[in-house]
């Protein structure tokens, strides 16, 4: 569970890199449905998540299943902002790059 003051600052940290969050979607071409920080994620720099009625593992298995070529999952991309690989990208977008 988490208390009002992660919430808040991880509220905070997504404002703060909004623009970055923005460029990583758009980079991405429409691959994700959204990117944003992670307070879960520990020692990796990203994960891969799903949000909707459908996850990705049920995305797999009902593409397997005949008939069901239109089901797809709303992937998530989040990254852990305490990861060298995310100061990396604030100091490429920084950089104007």
């Known amino acids: ?3 009002d003051e992660e919430k808040e600052a991880a509220k905070t940290s997504a404002e703060e890199n909004k623009g970055l969050l923005d460029a990583v979607k758009d980079a991405l071409g429409g691959k994700v449905k ?7 994620l520990r020692e990796h720099p990203v994960a891969l998540s799903s949000d909707g009625p459908v ?18 999952s709303e992937k998530v991309l989040e990254i852990n902002e305490n990861h060298p690989v995310f100061a990396a990208l604030k100091e490429t977008a920084a950089a104007g790059e």
């Open 55 to 72: 996850s990705i593992e049920m995305e797999k298995v009902l593409k397997n299943m005949p008939g069901n070529d239109g089901i797809a």
């Open 34 to 40: 959204a990117v944003r920080t992670s307070a879960v």
């Open 1 to 3: 569970m988490e208390t």
